[in-house]
């Protein structure tokens, strides 16, 4: 199975701050990677997909990057409604696989 | 606008069955792949299983292979998970995923809850 880790686990950050989160695969997925939004007591949102390209809707401030074992989630900056936890996953084989999470709270 | 309905969640006792159903309304459902994903308490998100358009694959988690199985009707454009001897670590709350490997779209979600 393919494992997922995503870094930091948490942070603290303010409205407007540039946020990077990191994602790494256990092997090669090419570019496989997808990621998540999650609000507590809701579903996830599917932000991004193939590493880098963004779902219809979804704003500009988003961006992911990488292929191979590593990838980034950057929000350019930071929007009240952007504190949240974010999971990447793979969809490269089976079973699909999240990390563990990487929670934005407000400083 | 594509959605996603689960239920069928509630209390169960360990080694008992629950099955929760799917329903899927503003997408042609026969087109896609579909998906459960299921999220214990504080926890993060798991893959359960997927089902291929036709239901003639499906996949299966480890942690629940042999005792969950997933099906589809698409004439009612509905998904399903019977679950089978269920354990405390399948506590959960279980979403239904639009696609086999990207979930652009989930459903609520119902919880699942074995306890005695």
């Known amino acids: 199975d393919i494992q997922m880790t995503q870094s930091p686990s948490s942070l603290s950050a303010s409205v407007g701050d540039r946020v990077t989160i990191t994602c790494r695969a256990s092997?090669?997925?090419?570019?496989?990677l997808i990621w998540y939004q999650q609000k507590p007591g809701k579903a996830p949102k599917f932000l991004i997909y193939a590493a880098s390209t963004l779902q219809s809707g979804v704003p500009s401030r988003f961006s992911g990057s990488g292929s191979g074992t590593d990838f980034t989630l950057t929000i350019s900056s930071l929007q009240p409604e952007d504190f949240a936890t974010y999971y990447c996953q793979q969809n490269y084989s089976i079973p699909r696989t999240f990390g563990p999470g990487t929670k934005v709270d407000i400083k | 606008e594509a959605q996603l309905v689960e239920s069928g969640g509630g209390l169960v006792q360990p080694g008992g069955s629950l099955r929760l159903s799917c329903a899927a309304s503003?997408?042609?459902?026969?087109?896609?792949?579909m998906s459960w994903v299921r999220q214990a308490p504080g926890k993060g998100l798991e893959w359960v299983a997927n089902?291929?358009?036709?239901?003639?694959?499906?996949y299966y988690a480890d942690s629940v292979k042999g005792r969950f199985t997933i099906s589809r009707d698409n004439a009612k454009n509905s998904l399903y998970l019977q679950m089978n001897s269920l354990r405390a670590e399948d506590t959960a709350v279980y979403y239904c995923?639009?696609?086999?490997?990207?979930?652009?779209?989930w459903g609520q979600g119902t919880l699942v809850t074995v306890s005695s």
């Open positions: 995923g639009r696609g086999g490997g990207n979930f652009d779209c």
């Open positions: 089902i291929k358009q036709d239901g003639s694959d499906k």
């Open positions: 092997q090669s997925i090419k570019n496989y």
């Open positions: 503003g997408f042609t459902f026969s087109n896609y792949w």
